[in-house]
């Protein structure tokens, strides 16, 4: 089925170690995106990618980096997880200019834990 | 400065009942505004969405939203509100100001008694 896929769902990391989220569309989709979700405040943009080859920083970019790897590929990286980083965190992608016809289409999340 | 308000973090009713959820916005131009759902464990479901043209619109699943520019508000409404209705509702303008991203409430969550 199109849409947007990531990995892993689950992830537990130890205060210090790094990963990468993976985000990958199949829906040829210009503009990619990472958000985190936490209790009462909503979605929280990290960053954004509106092309290949393009990243621009969210609303809250600190301890995060991001890779658009090719149109389909968007990952998030953490290089030193800090507990503050516990958090549900969600790819979209859409096509930019056409929102207002199609809105984003979300991955089903990665729920990540860092003790 | 660009926001969304949900001003109801919980809402409760009782299933077959009619669902009002509260949306406000603060957007200089003509806002493009959407909610979407969010079932347990899962991503976001664009419900419907407005950008122009008649002010009541239709989305899934029995939704509808009125936009009413004197009062800023998008409000979610759905006559009869079944249990598997029961899930986390976000209210979100599109901004074309700087760059193109959402704006996105703080969700309402919403519990269905049966």
């Known amino acids: 089925n199109a849409g947007v896929t990531q990995t892993p769902k689950f992830q537990v990391l130890k205060t210090g170690q790094s990963m990468t989220l993976q985000c990958a569309q199949d829906m040829n989709h210009n503009s990619m995106y990472w958000y985190r979700q936490d209790p009462g405040m909503g979605l929280r943009l990290i960053y954004y990618?509106?092309?290949?080859?393009?990243?621009d920083k969210g609303e809250v970019p600190n301890g995060y980096n991001v890779s658009r790897l090719n149109k389909r590929e968007f990952s998030l990286r953490l290089e030193s997880a800090a507990p503050s980083q516990t958090s549900v965190y969600f790819c979209?992608?859409?096509?930019?200019?056409?929102?207002?016809?199609?809105?984003?289409?979300f991955g089903s999340g990665t729920r990540l834990t860092v003790v | 400065a660009q926001s969304v308000t949900q001003p109801d973090i919980h809402i409760t009713v009782s299933e077959g009942a009619s669902l009002e959820l509260r949306c406000n916005y603060s957007?200089?131009?003509?806002?493009?505004l959407f909610w979407y759902v969010q079932s347990p464990g899962q991503g976001l479901q664009l419900l419907l969405k407005?950008?122009?043209?008649?002010?009541l619109v239709q989305g899934i699943k029995g939704f509808e939203a009125e936009f009413k520019r004197s009062q800023s508000s998008f409000n979610l409404r759905k006559p009869s509100v079944h249990w598997s209705d029961a899930a986390e509702y976000f209210c979100?303008?599109?901004?074309?100001?700087?760059?193109?991203?959402?704006?996105f409430g703080t969700g309402t969550r919403l519990k269905v008694l049966a």
């Open positions: 979209a992608s859409s096509e930019a200019n056409r929102v207002g016809d199609y809105g984003y289409t």
């Open positions: 990618s509106a092309s290949e080859g393009t990243t």
């Open positions: 957007y200089g131009a003509t806002p493009y």
């Open positions: 407005y950008f122009s043209g008649d002010t």
């Open positions: 979100a303008v599109w901004t074309t100001s700087g760059t193109y991203k959402y704006i």
